[in-house]
């Protein structure tokens, strides 16, 4: 598959192409992903439906409060806990309450309720992309989104985030964020 898939993008750049050959490593590695169907987990941004604002609700504000609504029950998640931010907090509780990764692949998959409620501040790019990418939306028009990061530190998803990632969508690719 990723042989054929490469051989189909150089022969779309003629033979050996020019163009193929003065492309880097990554960007040849990012035409082929995406051949395959690859996604960032940026591209999800856009599919956490929320409202988007700019500039971000209580931008630098460090604390806050969410609640992650998945089927029936309540996750709530809190800056400064060791997960990043309050958002990513949340799920946190959930992958830890439900005990491992494809329990929460397949409660996710049935929930027909997947809610995010955070209304101290605008979710940030990051968090939004993860939310997204796992089928959430905001719970009202108080829970706003923001297309940038915040925060003092860089954003990056803990590994229990990344591992419920991969498992629930193969083809998020989280090279930016680390591998
Ligand atoms: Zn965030």
């Not at 997947?114 to 605008?122: A, F, I, N, P, R």
Request: charged content about 30%; some cysteine; hydrophobic content about 35%.
């Amino acid at each position: 598959m990723y042989r054929a898939t490469v051989k189909k993008i150089k022969s779309k750049h003629g033979k050996p192409s020019r163009a193929w050959r003065q492309t880097s490593r990554k960007t040849r590695g990012a035409l082929v992903q995406r051949a395959l169907g690859k996604v960032t987990l940026d591209d999800f941004f856009d599919d956490f439906d929320a409202v988007q604002v700019d500039p971000a609700k209580n931008d630098g504000l460090e604390d806050c409060e969410v609640v992650l609504t998945i089927g029936t029950r309540g996750y709530r998640g809190k800056t400064g806990k060791g997960h990043g931010h309050a958002e990513m907090d949340a799920l946190v509780q959930f992958i830890e309450d439900v005990g491992d990764i494809d329990g929460c692949v397949t409660l996710l998959r049935r929930a027909r309720n997947k809610t995010v409620t955070c209304e101290d501040k605008s979710v940030c790019r990051g968090c939004a992309s993860v939310l997204g990418a796992l089928g959430f939306k905001a719970s009202s028009a108080e829970t706003t989104k923001y297309g940038k990061f915040m925060g003092k530190t860089q954003w990056a998803p803990v590994p229990q985030i990344r591992a419920l990632l991969k498992a629930y969508n193969p083809n998020i690719d989280l090279s930016n964020y680390g591998g």
